[in-house]
């Protein structure tokens, strides 16, 4: 498929024009942290306060208002990690047009519970498949055998059109041209949009799209020169985790070469956490994806400009906290997994803990099988340090002590078991 940047924009307009009244006109805030991390003007723009904590509903309200009557008799059909499906949900409630929404069953109960109040009594949740292109593939069965319209979570113009809205009101609020907008990518949607508005009206203005780094597609569509699909991704990055990128919103990201970058999934906990706890932000992995490729200088801006970054989401279950911290924590190489084969004899731990522990360590993980049969027992053990530059001292010790130690590699399969 062919794009025109300009066409994209017009449509953009007119999408705004559509969702006035609406959509909330989020804050674009000034932000202390990343400006002094970064030297830099930089600003967030809050699409997590959105009515449904994103800018999902932008797309999807400017894709569903825009059917016939036929269509809306007929009702929608969508798939979505939970996002665009209540953006789809507050679309229908407020057109009063039906619909099915198709989520991986792995979709968060926090994510689960607000489709069903948005949406009321006008959706219907249907749970199935391990990844949004699993569910995908059912929606597009559904929409074949009972005539609703297939609502995509990115790949239509009309959705492009109207997640580039978000840019087109950046514009408005700060009154000139930012230096750089950094912004989350997943299937490319809001990528597209904001590549095609500011190609077209503001062309010198720097774009960084962020993608998880184990689900970069849109990256990979590039590369190739069309979209691909991954073999496996990382799935943890819900909001954004794509095997792969749409036709629709390649074209228009090939015209307009934004610069991509990928972000590790433990540099994204780390920066949930500090939007937590320093700036009393709640913010889900996808929504915190371009503060943390500013905030570990994986996208490098110049001191005084003017830098743009969307926050895009903040859906987040508070359930996830916890592995969001464990995930953190081994990306800044405080949290490390042992196996150790104690001696099966009095006195073996208090050993451990005396001549291998460092004075700041703590045991946070301890799991042991004891052997009636056996001189050693083997114990799972979680290390946690106060400072990431004492795992050195820490190794040092362990070659000293009596106990065969061995350390479990962040690549081992094993490690998956632990996060």
């Keep these: 498929m062919t794009s025109n940047l300009t066409d994209v924009a017009t449509a953009i307009e007119q999408a705004a024009e559509r969702l006035h009244g609406i959509v909330a006109s989020t804050p674009l805030e000034r932000h202390p942290r990343l400006s002094d991390l970064t030297g830099a003007q930089v600003w967030l723009k809050r699409e997590d306060l959105q009515p449904v904590r994103s800018y999902k509903m932008r797309g999807a309200y400017n894709f569903i208002s825009q059917l016939d009557d036929a269509q809306r008799a007929a009702g929608v059909v969508t798939a979505s ?12 409630a407020t057109l009063g047009i039906r619909g099915r929404i198709h989520l991986p069953s792995g979709t968060q109960r926090q994510k689960r519970e607000r489709i069903a109040a948005i949406g009321g009594e006008w959706v219907e949740a249907v749970l199935g498949g391990a990844t949004y292109d699993e569910v995908f593939g059912a929606a597009l069965d559904d929409a074949a055998s009972s005539g609703a319209t297939l609502v995509p979570a990115f790949d239509d113009p009309r959705i492009i059109a109207g997640q580039g809205t978000v840019v087109r009101e950046v514009m408005q609020q700060l009154g000139r041209a930012p230096d750089v907008v950094v912004l989350p990518v997943g299937g490319g949607g809001l990528l597209a949009g904001t590549v095609a508005w500011l190609r077209t009206h503001h062309p010198q203005t720097r774009i960084v799209g962020v993608e998880p780094a184990g689900s970069a597609n849109v990256a990979a569509a590039l590369a190739a020169g069309g979209p691909v699909t991954l073999e496996a991704i990382d799935t943890f990055v819900d909001g954004a985790s794509v095997r792969r990128a ?174």
């Excluded at 990690?81 to 229908?92: E, K, M, P, T």
């Excluded at 307009?256 to 992995?285: F, H, K, N, T």
């Design 81 to 92: 990690a939970g996002n665009h499906a209540q953006g789809v949900a507050y679309a229908c």
């Design 246 to 419: 749409g036709d629709h919103t390649t074209a228009v990201v090939i015209e307009g070469r934004p610069e991509l970058v990928a972000e590790p999934e433990g540099s994204v906990c780390r920066e949930m956490l500090a939007l937590y706890q320093s700036d009393g932000i709640i913010a889900e992995p996808a929504g915190a994806l371009a503060a943390a490729a500013l905030a570990r200088g994986t996208v490098v801006v110049e001191p005084g400009q003017d830098v743009v970054c969307v926050l895009s989401g903040g859906n987040n279950d508070v359930s996830r906290y916890a592995e969001v911290v464990e995930r953190a924590l081994v990306h800044e190489g405080r949290k490390h997994y042992f196996l150790v084969d104690f001696p099966q004899e009095p006195g073996a731990l208090r050993q451990f803990l005396d001549e291998v522990l460092g004075p700041d360590d703590d045991i946070s993980l301890f799991e042991y099988v004891k052997r009636s049969n056996r001189e050693v027992g083997p114990a799972l053990v979680g290390i946690e340090l106060a400072r990431a530059d004492d795992l050195g001292g820490l190794l040092a010790r362990m070659e000293e002590a009596p106990p065969k130690i061995e350390k479990i590699d962040s690549e081992s399969p094993l490690f998956r078991f632990l996060l």
